[in-house]
Nanobody, 123 residues
Framework: QVQLVESGGDLVQPGDSLKLSCAATGFTSISAISWFRQAPGKEREGVSCITSRTGSTIYADSVKGRFTISRDNAQNKVYLQMDSLEPEDTGLYYC?????????????????WGQGTQVTVSS
């Protein structure tokens, strides 16, 4: 059974940094893994994705240059380093395992989801 557990969310001020972690168990590590987020009243948004074999990454335009995704296949963990946080980054952050090897930020392509970790950016 696939399980994803996110951690690292917190209440921070604008300009601060946070590092989110996602621990994955119960699946082979060849699938792409992504971070998504959802703010109250808004649709779920793909933030960043990383492939397994090559470590190729993609980012939403809104986080390019500020967020960095990384992956430790040996430990089945994925990380999201978030720098220069803005109030617009507030939301529940989920990690998800794709049904495919290639990266996509289309949430319909994801088979497994964690419960999420809350990130709040506020002064």
């Amino acid at each position: 059974q696939v399980q994803l557990v996110e951690s690292g969310g917190d209440l921070v001020q604008p300009g601060d940094s946070l590092k989110l972690s996602c621990a994955a168990t119960g699946f082979t590590s060849i699938s792409a893994i992504s971070w998504f987020r959802q703010a109250p009243g808004k649709e779920r948004e793909g933030v960043s994705c990383i492939t397994s074999r090559t470590g190729s990454t993609i980012y939403a335009d809104s986080v390019k240059g500020r967020f960095t995704i990384s992956r430790d296949n040996a430990q089945n963990k994925v990380y999201l380093q978030m720098d220069s946080l803005e109030p617009e980054d507030t939301g529940l952050y989920y990690c998800a395992v794709a049904r495919q090897i290639a990266c996509t930020l289309e949430y319909r392509e994801y088979a497994y989801w964690g419960q999420g970790t809350q990130v709040t950016v506020s002064s």
